[in-house]
C-alpha cells in the first residue's frame, strides 16, 4: 500500500545550522513526491515538487528511488523556516488521482 | 481568483449537532478534497471528487459523514451527529487534472465539538 513515512515530529535546530526533513515513501508505481508547508495557523502551501527540481527559499529535495526517499534540506536555517512540514505522495491508480500526506515535521528554527 | 474558500473559519458545536462546513474550489479545477488534520494523526485524506462524482470515501471515518458536490464550485462535508473527537481543522483543496502541478488548499474550519 501507499504510504509516506515522516520519521520526526519535531526537528529543532539552531538558527544557521543545517536542516534536514525526512521523508520516505512506499510506492510500486512511479511516484511524483511534493513539500507541503503549513505557517502557523495558515493554509498549506505547495513548497516544492521532484519534478520541478527547484530551490524554494533555500530548500531543496532529491528523489531518491534507490532509497524510496525525498529529504528535504537546507544549508542555513532562518526563524522564518519554523513551519510544520508535509512530505507528500501523488499517485494514479487507473482514472484516480489521490494525494496522501505523511504525518508531519514541525521544524522550530532557535535564534 | 481568491482561491480555495472555506466556511466556516470557525465552529464550535455541542456534541450531537449537526455541522455542515462548506467549500468553493478554484474556478476550473476538477478534482476537489477534504482532508482532517488533527496533532495525532496529521493530515488525513477523507474523501476526493473528479467532476463533481465522489470518486473514493474510503478515508471517511464513519457513517456519520457526508460529503457532496452539487456542482462545480461548491461542496459541502456534512457531520451528524457530531461528537468531541471529531474535533480538528477540515481543508478542503482543488486541483486540476491531478497531482503534478499540486494542490491548492483552504484556509481550513477548525472544529470544535464540546
Known amino acids: 500500500a501507499q504510504r509516506v513515512t515522516q520519521p520526526e515530529k519535531l526537528l529543532s535546530v539552531f538558527k544557521g545550522a543545517p536542516v534536514e526533513l525526512k521523508c520516505n515513501y512506499s510506492?510500486?508505481?512511479?511516484?511524483?513526491l511534493f513539500w507541503y508547508v503549513q505557517y502557523s495557523r495558515q493554509r498549506l502551501q505547495l513548497l516544492l515538487r521532484?519534478?520541478s527540481r527547484e530551490s524554494i527559499k533555500g530548500f531543496t529535495a532529491d528523489l531518491n528511488k534507490g532509497e524510496t526517499s525525498f529529504h528535504l534540506k537546507k544549508p542555513f536555517a532562518q526563524e522564518e523556516d519554523s513551519a510544520m512540514y508535509y512530505c507528500a505522495l501523488s499517485f494514479y491508480g487507473g482514472a484516480t488521482n489521490k494525494l496522501i500526506f505523511g504525518t508531519g515535521t514541525l521544524l522550530a528554527v532557535q535564534p | 481568483d481568491a482561491g480555495v474558500i472555506q466556511s466556516p473559519r470557525h465552529e464550535v458545536t455541542e456534541m450531537g449537532q449537526e455541522v455542515t462546513l462548506r467549500c468553493k474550489p478554484i474556478?476550473?479545477?476538477?478534482?476537489l478534497f477534504w482532508y482532517r488534520q488533527t496533532m495525532m494523526r496529521g493530515l488525513e485524506l477523507l474523501i476526493y471528487f473528479n467532476n463533481n462524482v465522489p470518486i473514493d470515501d474510503s478515508g471517511m471515518p464513519e457513517d456519520r459523514f457526508s460529503a457532496k458536490m452539487p456542482n462545480a464550485s461548491f461542496s459541502t462535508l456534512k457531520i451528524q451527529p457530531s461528537e468531541p473527537r471529531d474535533s480538528a481543522v477540515y481543508f478542503c483543496?482543488?486541483?486540476?487534472?491531478?497531482?503534478?502541478?499540486?494542490?491548492?488548499f483552504g484556509s481550513g474550519t477548525r472544529l470544535t465539538v464540546v
Open positions: 483543496a482543488s486541483s486540476f487534472s491531478g497531482g503534478p502541478y499540486g494542490y491548492t
Open positions: 474556478s476550473g479545477h476538477d478534482y
Open positions: 521532484h519534478i
Open positions: 510506492y510500486s508505481g512511479s511516484p511524483e
